[in-house]
């Protein structure tokens, strides 16, 4: 069997503060190419893993493989943002500069991208999403839908090998949860999306599970 | 809609073509000449040029005059107090009160240089949009940190206002109006402490956020100016110009 992409072993993690551990002895496999949908009641821990998975967040006791290395400093974690990419809830969290166009390419310019490259992934990553014509719009002026998308256009223009998705359908119209439907069918990376939006996740995943303090487990759906 | 809005920046005039770099340049010199200025002579010049650029960039006069307004009640206070308190030459008495001959002149000089200072970041900084402009100090190799410190500013003062519109609506579904009381000053209170709270942990998502799209403290901008004919000569007709200011000031030609 080959590696799994994403691996946690007997991991530990309580928010300081908190008298109950979100995460106690939590195992968790993610295999390659896999679509999987992460489910669970509020406060179940969906975002803490993630935040996990990108080092945002480091638990207080086990390990974490990622593409088959150990990370645990801060350094081996700039390496995984590298490769995987985070959708968070909100837009407004992940937009912050002033044009679309400089967001989507603030990415790739931290990847060392020269400018002239940066802007011609971006471009390339925004005619992807349907956003062609945006390049000078202001980041704080688009309406919730264009926000999500231009946020998911500065994630995927790192070109990642994998992206994990923090409720991506919240607040979302129909129109713009179909447009998402079918940028993620028609992705060629591995994803891993946390929703409780049952018809988007039958969607755009194969396998559902749910998350508990200590495993996830799948779900029939 | 937000109500942060940059009225000035819209337009096509000569003064909104000019390549933002130029007009930075010749603003913060036009601006240190005049606030250090102590003749009247050098100031007077200094708002005739400012008046000049002013024509140039045709704005709506009615929201320049709200804003000249503004800055002048400030203005306003100098008038009561200045000339009472300045030592010099009496001209004018009533009761304990003395009016300084020397304490109108020095009002009247600082209200003189207000007005130009703000007429020319009006006609000069007012017409760049303030993402252009912090774009353009990066061009000009303005400190690295001074300029993302701008831009963050401007970026999130829209945050806050969401966040406090989102806040002062929650209160007001809820019946709140505002009155002469304790319970008006509690309320207030608590929407400063959660708009300070939740802005700094929306800051704190931001940077998670531009951590994981490898941000490593470095900012890149994509944004380039093309210098061309006309900048050259409105910088060549500045610099002249802000010399015959410089000139009036050394010589001070007595007008009083």
Redo the contacts between chains.
């Keep these: 069997m080959s590696e799994p992409l994403i691996e946690l072993r007997n991991i530990t993690f309580t928010y300081p503060g908190a008298p109950q551990p979100v995460f106690r002895d939590f195992n968790f496999q993610l295999p390659p190419g896999e679509h999987l949908g992460l489910m669970g009641p509020n406060g179940c821990g969906k975002t803490t893993l993630l ?1 996990l998975i ?1 080092g ?1 967040l480091r638990p207080q006791a086990g390990s974490i493989y990622i593409f088959g290395q150990e990370v645990k400093r801060e350094k081996d974690f ?1 390496e995984v ?2 490769k995987v ?2 959708l ?1 809830q ?1 837009a ?3 937009l ?1 500069c ?2 679309v ?2 967001d989507v ?3 790739p ?3 060392g991208k020269t ?1 002239a490259e ?2 011609a992934i971006a471009r390339k990553t925004m005619a992807r999403l349907g956003l062609t014509g945006f390049d000078d719009r ?1 980041t ?2 688009l309406s919730g839908g264009e926000k999500k998308l231009v946020s998911l256009a ?2 995927l223009a ?1 070109e990642p090998q994998l992206l994990l998705l923090d409720e991506p359908t919240a607040g979302l119209d129909e129109k713009t949860k179909d447009r998402l439907i079918h940028i993620l069918q028609h992705l060629e990376i591995a994803y891993m999306i946390v929703s409780h939006e049952h018809v988007f996740l039958n969607h755009t995943v194969k396998e559902c599970c749910h998350v508990h303090g200590h495993c996830c487990q799948p779900v029939e759906t | 809609m937000s109500y942060i809005q940059e009225p000035f920046s819209e337009g096509n005039s000569l003064a909104h073509r000019l390549d933002p770099r130029g007009k930075i340049v010749v603003a913060a010199l036009f601006a240190v000449l005049v606030a250090a200025s102590k003749s009247y002579a050098a100031t007077a010049a200094g708002l005739a040029l400012a008046l000049f650029c002013l024509a140039l960039a045709r704005l709506p006069w009615r929201k320049v005059a709200a804003r000249l307004l503004m800055v002048n009640s400030f203005i306003f206070f100098l008038w009561v107090v200045l000339p009472l308190t300045y030592p010099g030459e009496a001209v004018w008495r009533l009761g304990p009160l003395t009016a300084t001959r020397q304490g109108l002149l020095f009002t009247g000089l600082i209200t003189l240089k207000s007005n130009a200072i703000i007429i020319g970041l009006i006609a000069l900084i007012a017409t760049v949009p303030v993402v252009t402009l912090g774009q353009s100090m990066h061009h000009l190799r303005l400190p690295e940190k001074l300029c993302h410190l701008l831009l963050f500013t401007y970026r999130y003062l829209y945050v806050f206002e969401q966040e406090f519109h989102r806040l002062v609506q929650a209160m007001k579904i809820r019946g709140f109006r505002p009155r002469t009381n304790l319970h008006t000053y509690r309320s207030y209170a608590y929407l400063a402490a959660m708009l300070l709270v939740r802005s700094y942990d929306r800051a704190d998502r931001v940077y998670q956020a531009m951590l994981c799209r490898g941000f490593h403290g470095r900012f890149y901008s994509l944004r380039t100016f093309a210098w061309q004919r006309r900048d050259w000569i409105f910088l060549g007709l500045s610099l002249p110009a802000l010399a015959v200011v410089l000139y009036l000031e050394w010589h001070r030609p007595t007008l009083w």
């Design positions: 935040h990108m945002l700039i943002r590298r990419g985070l968070f909100h407004d969290d992940q912050f002033p044009t166009l400089e390419a603030f990415g310019l931290n990847q400018p940066a802007m202001v704080y002026k500065t994630v790192m």
